[in-house]
């Protein structure tokens, strides 16, 4: 059991570039969320899907899409980056109250 | 709606020495109260967790206590050790069927030999 995996680790892009982030999860847990943890704001959710083929706003979404195609799967687009979404990014899975996290992905934009 | 409010950090103490961090939240209904526990370079680690009232979540020698009439989730310990530096977060999940959980902001502890 994997749990959950994030790629990629770490990554830099400068303004109006785009990229993708990736989860996956292999325990089958229908719900999955994005957030970003910024310096003494704690975890904030970016959007979070239901099950596959859903997903929904949380409280960051603006500047990032979503996409939930296959169940194990959870897809973080950004389409044109902004220093602003310089954060790290997590990624985490439940099936109830627990969650679990991924290790996180670090991005940088310039 | 929900919010979360830890004291802030970094909470600094001697190995052994006894351990308090403050969580109080807000929250319609009954919420679910959880502390996670992020060790540096990785993801968060559910730590513990209550869901009513009077219950105590423990574990590693951690505990926290769900006071719904003081609306707090206190994390204690009664002797850290170096192991135990990390940033701590108090979180709650409302009883909606969203399930997402709303964070602290995190308390980071150090404990030195």
């Known amino acids: 059991n994997a749990g959950v995996t994030q790629t990629p680790k770490f990554r830099v892009l400068k303004t109006g570039q785009s990229m993708t982030l990736l989860c996956a999860q292999d325990?089958?847990?229908?719900?999955m969320y994005w957030y970003r943890q910024d310096p003494g704001m704690g975890l904030r959710l970016i959007h979070y899907?239901?099950?596959?083929?859903?997903?929904a706003k949380g409280e960051v979404p603006d500047g990032y899409n979503v996409s939930r195609l296959k169940k194990q799967n959870f897809l973080l687009g950004l389409e044109s980056a902004a220093p602003s979404q310089t954060s790290v990014y997590f990624c985490?899975?439940?099936?109830?109250?627990?969650?679990?996290f991924g290790p996180g992905t670090r991005l940088l934009v310039l | 709606g929900n919010s979360v409010t830890q004291m802030e950090g970094p909470v600094t103490l001697s190995e052994e020495a006894f351990l308090t961090i403050n969580c109080t939240y807000t929250?319609?209904?009954?919420?679910?109260l959880f502390w996670y526990v992020q060790y540096p370079g990785e993801g968060l680690q559910l730590l513990l967790k209550?869901?009513?009232?009077?219950d105590k979540g423990s574990n590693k020698g951690f505990e926290a206590t769900y006071r719904k009439e003081t609306t707090s989730f206190h994390l204690e310990k009664g002797s850290v050790q170096v192991s135990d530096s990390a940033v701590y977060f108090c979180a709650l999940n409302p009883d909606t069927g969203r399930r997402a959980l709303t964070f602290g902001s995190g308390t980071r502890l150090q404990v030195q030999p």
């Open positions: 985490a899975s439940s099936y109830s109250s627990q969650k679990y």
């Open positions: 929250a319609t209904g009954y919420p679910s």
């Open positions: 209550a869901t009513k009232a009077d």
């Open positions: 325990m089958n847990h229908e719900y």
């Open positions: 899907s239901v099950g596959e083929g859903t997903t």
